[in-house]
């Protein structure tokens, strides 16, 4: 969304709040394609001379798959930031700036949807789960174990270490 700030940079501390919904594209995170509800936007704009100080609250939920059975997990987003916004210098493009944590803009007009899309995919777990106890599926057969055993004999522990094993053995 492109908000135009002509009028709220010229006065410091002018404010100005916007209420919003934005659809996002899915997001392709390792392997895994990520949807997005679309977010609930209320940002407030808070001119401070030099900078935008642009103040989000985003709500949304994120459709991504179970880490350990593959099932649909859907993943409640609330999440609070605020990014600081600069007239780009002339002699530069619109960019961001690495070592200030500042994004310039050009012709009076604030672009938010690349901070938002950035933020919502910094709020993603790593590892979700349908289930704190989910037990995931068999890696021998692939069988979903929250619905019972497969009868898979499986070995625990990792073969490499047995040499450990028998240290302990002898102790």
Known sequence: MKIDITELKRTLG??????????????????????YD??????????TGETIEAHFDV??????????????VVVPIHTEFM??????????????SDED???????DL???????????ILELPMKPVCDPDCKGLCPICGKDL??????????????RMSVLKDLL???
């Open 146 to 159: 929250n619905y019972g055993e497969c009868g898979c004999v499986r070995t625990h522990g990792d073969p």
């Open 101 to 107: 944590d500042v994004v310039f803009y050009s012709e």
């Open 38 to 47: 679309s977010p609930r936007v209320h940002l407030r704009l808070v001119s």
């Open 83 to 96: 990014v600081l916004y600069q007239q780009a210098p002339a002699q530069s493009s619109t960019s961001a």
């Open 14 to 35: 002018r404010e100005a709040t916007y209420d919003f919904s934005e659809a996002m594209k899915p997001v392709e995170l390792e392997g895994e394609t990520v949807t």
């Open 59 to 72: 709500t949304s939920s994120a459709h991504m798959l179970c880490s350990r059975c593959l099932k649909p």
């Open 110 to 120: 604030i672009d938010v949807s690349e901070d938002l899309r950035q933020h919502l």
């Open 169 to 171: 053995k002898r102790q």
